[in-house]
């Protein structure tokens, strides 16, 4: 059970408290500091998979750990960009957005408590259900609107301390960036409600009354 794979996945759990708190820490350092605890929790995410498949060491622990650890991951950064952007909106507005709305914060957060509750009930059914291709690519977009996010607010205290307003590369980037974060936050939204209409079509057996669903076999990501 303890296999590397599942240890990665145990330290992105660890990791979730140090990305939600850190933002909250006036200065850039923090902030950056969180983008790349971030970074490096998002990367494993992709290695504890392939790991996973090439040792053969997909297990049904790691099965349970790593959609948790993709919810806590979401929560941890989610709660910082939610409310950095609503109460200190002219400093970290975010383009065409302003602030990360309340709305976007509930469906991102509002799927994976329904998929929580819905693996729970598929568990007690003797189903394990993995991450799909939708669910798979939702958390890498996700991701990216998380991670530059975060990054924005490093970079936007950056520019301040280090008197960068003025300079044509900081403007440049500054609207790059910004369109990045607009664009993946808006395909995170429909690609999250979109990943749980997928899985919960797949898994309808499930909500019907009769003998258990025999396992449907799927790797760990």
Known sequence: MWTLPNILTLSRIALAPVIALLPFINGWIPKFLSFVVFLAA????????????????????????????????????????????????????????????????????????????????????????????????????????????????????????????RMRVGIWWETVHGTVIAITMAVAVILTVYSLIIYLHRYRSLFRTGPSVPPVGSDRH
Do not use: C
């Open 42 to 165: 998002a990367i494993s995410d992709i290695y504890d998979g392939k790991l996973a498949r090439e040792r053969k060491q997909i297990t049904d622990l790691g099965k349970e750990l790593d959609p948790l650890a993709d919810k806590l991951l979401l929560v941890a950064a989610l709660i910082p960009i939610y409310w950095i952007t609503t109460y200190n909106m002219k400093q970290y507005e975010i383009p065409w957005w302003g602030s990360v709305p309340l709305w976007v914060a509930a469906i991102l957060v509002g799927r994976e408590v329904a998929m929580t509750i819905f693996r729970q009930m598929a568990k007690r059914r003797g189903v394990v259900i993995a991450a799909m291709g939708p669910g798979k690519l939702k958390t890498i977009v996700q991701d990216i609107f998380l991670g530059a996010t975060i990054g924005w607010f490093a970079w936007k205290d950056m520019r301040e301390h280090f008197g960068w307003q």
